[in-house]
């Protein structure tokens, strides 16, 4: 596997990206049991236009099997999306694709969020030495937990 830096700007990667995206929020509302998740109802001209860095994971083969978004400032880096192909979970992609996150956080407080029902997410997460911050009803009856790492 092979991790590189991405633009969903890039044709046809864009429209592989804006694939995987929808397939693995599709997964992730199975899961939460709600299909709100704001991602999963984007356009790719709204996946264009989000300003966001982004990596990819892609395969042997070619092919982008995960992707991890973040927002960064001064002092933390917003871990706003991460997603693998529904084809490629379990295989360590979303973890590798986080570690290189933290790796270029250079010592910044680093936070994520996911739905509070998605018990694989905050399994890496937690995993990952995130420490659980809350958890907030976004739109009703929809949860989110927010997780935090700080700088060691």
Same mark, same amino acid.
Request: aromatic fraction near 6%.
């Given at each position: 596997?092979?991790?590189?830096?991405?633009?969903?700007?890039? #044709?046809?990667?864009?429209?592989?990206?804006?694939?995987?995206?929808?397939?693995?929020?599709?997964?992730?509302?199975?899961? @939460?049991?709600?299909?709100? @998740?704001?991602?999963?109802?984007?356009?790719? *001209? #709204?996946?264009?236009?989000?300003?966001?860095?982004?990596? %990819?994971? &892609?395969?042997? #083969?070619?092919?982008?099997?995960?992707?991890?978004?973040?927002?960064?400032?001064?002092?933390?880096?917003?871990?706003?999306?991460?997603?693998?192909?529904?084809?490629?979970?379990?295989? %360590? @992609?979303?973890?590798?694709?986080?570690?290189? &996150?933290? *790796?270029? *956080? %250079?010592?910044?407080?680093?936070?994520?969020?996911? %739905?509070?029902? !998605?018990?694989?997410?905050?399994?890496?997460?937690?995993?990952?030495?995130?420490?659980?911050?809350?958890?907030?009803?976004? @739109?009703?009856?929809?949860?989110? &937990? !927010?997780? *935090?790492?700080?700088?060691?």
């Amino acid at each position: 596997m092979l991790i590189t830096g991405i633009s969903p700007a890039e #044709d046809p990667l864009g429209d592989e990206l804006f694939a995987l995206q929808k397939a693995a929020y599709a997964i992730e509302a199975g899961l @939460i049991k709600d299909d709100r @998740i704001p991602p999963l109802h984007e356009s790719l *001209a #709204d996946l264009r236009a989000q300003p966001l860095r982004w990596l %990819g994971a &892609v395969d042997e #083969d070619g092919r982008l099997t995960g992707a991890v978004a973040w927002e960064e400032s001064d002092d933390e880096v917003d871990v706003n999306r991460l997603v693998v192909h529904p084809d490629a979970l379990r295989r %360590g @992609i979303g973890r590798a694709l986080v570690k290189e &996150v933290l *790796a270029r *956080a %250079g010592g910044r407080r680093v936070v994520v969020a996911t %739905g509070r029902d !998605n018990a694989p997410a905050r399994r890496l997460y937690e995993g990952l030495r995130f420490a659980l911050v809350g958890e907030v009803e976004v @739109i009703p009856g929809l949860w989110i &937990v !927010n997780y *935090a790492l700080l700088p060691s």
